[in-house]
């Protein structure tokens, strides 16, 4: 698992990186993003993994959210992968900006084609973490995730999973109950198959009403959000996370939509919520 | 000239729109970016106008500079034109990333076919501000300018030329000397023609050694700049600077390239620059 370096910027005193590498889960070229505050340059520092939304790619997050400036005051390495598997191309995997390349969905598919690459549960929380801890200055044991849209979903998926991997965990407007939703149901249907009890395991309101994480979950959610009552559904949510007691904020943002002129407003609140479990 | 909002999106607490609008300077409609920051709501605010470089659009600013947090706090506008017009096509204008689409210069262009729309000059000194002053809530008489390498020697040949109209300006990395650069020769040689006296007019070394602007120009420059010594040369308008007496800070940055890795780093310092003239 070499790390190939194809970019790096100055970026408020750290570096903003872009790496490529072969990825044994998805059997390509997996690329991601990673922002080295300056305290990395003398010391391990803990990891924020963020996974980013549909039709995004590893470099979404690290130009629109504006993260990098609040990370290098905080010491904080921000990790942001692609969202699907690139190469080898699959039939039909460009036939939908909602399914199949750049729309992972975070899952490890178990249906033909898809079972073959796409697999990017697998790659979020073993593979891309380990490469993290051997290759850069990451502080082990201190991670946490978040994300936005598809990738607020993966963000809680992941950590509802692994409470252990994870301090804490937010998300922006994330596809809070995918089963029950168009765009969850058509991935997980391609993904998954048509036996919906094996769509709980990526279920983040099913999960949650299970076991609740331990720890507060923060989600904010714009009131204006496009795709807020026929796609990402945090109420539902919401009522899971009640079932079994789990600390949750989820705050409604007045006037704000589902872009990243919405996430750059609130993204500090985001690291230091964070910041506060992987920094003290 | 009545404007076209095309998309406005929440953003700390204000608000990003995107304008379209059919330009009487270049014959065409054109669009630009403006952030309204929360005091924009029941009160006129000061403009800082940023023009981008080559190959950008009014996207640009909005989403890679990471300025919009700051200037929602200081209660600036933040408008920023596209590079160019886009319509109608001329022939030859997308031969090459660094002149025609995307590649205005900020210039009237005086010979053919350019003459008939490419004039960013008029377009980004007169006609932008009159519609700001007529149709958004701007303060009359206070408005700053800066930009990014293209834009940074608009922004200078602008505030140079109209000394009365800005209060401050400012730049990242611009063509600082552009009768003596390949991108400016080539742009230049197109826009204006083989006769270098009229390109004085547009270069801001030539400009500043004449009369210096009144007040403090801040120029910040990576040192791992691509472009540095064979496009940019800052150290040729350093040198005209100081003929005139010009009040003027360099401030070279070491690991720090032509990006806006770069530019988002140390946006804050360009704001507080204007903010300085513009809100006491």
Do not use: I, N
């Given at each position: 698992m070499s790390l190939q370096l194809l970019s790096e910027h100055g970026c408020f005193a750290g570096v903003q990186r872009f790496y490529k590498h072969d990825s044994r889960e998805t059997r390509g070229p997996m690329k991601f993003a990673a922002f080295l505050p300056p305290r990395a340059r003398h010391a391990k520092v803990p990891v924020l993994y963020y996974l980013s939304g549909l039709t995004?790619?590893?470099e979404t997050f690290a130009i629109k959210a504006h993260a990098q400036k609040l990370a290098a005051e905080l010491g904080l390495m921000l990790v942001a992968p692609d969202t699907s598997p690139r190469e080898p191309r699959l039939p039909g995997d460009a036939d939908s900006w909602a399914f199949g390349q750049a729309a992972g969905f975070y899952v490890d598919a178990t249906?033909?084609?898809?079972s073959s690459n796409y697999r990017m549960y697998s790659y979020v929380t073993r593979e891309l973490p380990e490469l993290i801890q051997s290759e850069l200055p990451a502080l082990a044991g201190m991670a946490s995730i978040f994300g936005h849209s598809m990738g607020g979903h993966g963000a809680l998926v992941c950590a509802l999973r692994n409470p252990a991997q994870y301090r804490s965990v937010s998300a922006f407007a994330p596809i809070a109950a995918p089963s029950q939703c168009p765009w969850g149901v058509k991935a997980f249907t391609n993904y998954l198959g048509n036996d919906r009890s094996t769509w709980a395991e990526y279920d983040a309101s099913e999960l949650v009403a299970r076991k609740p994480f331990p720890g507060k979950i923060l989600i904010d959610q714009g009131s204006?959000?496009?795709?807020?009552?026929?796609?990402?559904?945090?109420d539902r949510f919401s009522t899971a996370a009640q079932k079994s007691g789990q600390a949750f904020e989820l705050r409604m943002q007045p006037g704000y939509d589902h872009g990243y002129y919405f996430i750059q407003s609130f993204v500090a609140d985001h690291l230091r919520h964070h910041a506060a479990h992987l920094t003290h």
């Open positions: 995004c790619t590893e249906r033909a084609p898809w204006a959000d496009q795709f807020l009552t026929e796609q990402l559904l945090p």
